[in-house]
Every structure is written in C-alpha cells, then in structure tokens.
C-alpha cells in the first residue's frame, strides 16, 4: 500500500512506517498531523486516483524532527567591475513518520 500526497507544493509518495522530510510545518515534536491532500491511492493493485484529490481520504503522520538543512552559498561575479557577492542560504523542513493511510 503506497499513496501520493502534496504538501508545501511537493507531491511525495508514501507507504506505512516511512520517514519524509517536507517543507517547514507549524507543529510541535511529537505532535500528530493530517495530510488531507491525497492525489492517489494504490492498495493491493487496486488504484484510486483523485479529481484532484480523492474524496475522504487522509493520512495522518506524527512529526518526528524539526531542523535545517546545510548551507547553501550562493555567488555572484562580475570580471574586471569589482563585484563579488556571497549569499549563504538555509532551508527548514519537518521529519514525519507515517503512521496510517486511509
């Protein structure tokens, strides 16, 4: 059993007891979320797909980690003008741990 959801505009696709990191979510470690936007459901060979998304479907995920990933440096140069910039850049994602689908 596997599903295909979309959350912070990214489509993952997902099975029981798997780890995902997805864009920067307002919840706490620890806390149980639902991802409600579920575009596709396969189960047992038996496929749903959704219009865009299938009807009273949800999946809900326990948040696991909050954290940052590294850094990412950003440089612009222009030759022979004296112009050199140095941008450092960090984005935030949210660990779930999928708890059921369905």
């Known amino acids: 059993m596997y599903a ?3 959350t912070g505009g990214f ?14 979510m307002k919840a706490d470690v620890g806390e149980k ?3 409600d936007r579920v575009l596709m459901i396969e189960n047992d060979g038996a496929r749903q797909f959704g ?6 479907m949800a999946v809900k995920a326990e ?3 909050q954290g940052r990933y590294p850094k990412i440096l950003v ?6 003008k ?8 960090r984005t935030s994602y949210t660990r779930l741990r999928i708890l059921s689908i369905g």
């Open 11 to 24: 489509q993952y696709k997902i099975a029981p007891d798997e780890e995902i990191e997805v864009p920067i």
């Open 63 to 65: 948040v696991v980690a």
């Open 33 to 35: 979320v639902t991802l």
């Open 82 to 89: 004296n112009y050199r910039r140095l941008l450092g850049h």
């Open 75 to 80: 440089q612009k140069f222009k030759r022979r």
């Open 51 to 56: 219009r865009p998304t299938v009807e009273g």
């Open 4 to 6: 295909i959801i979309e």
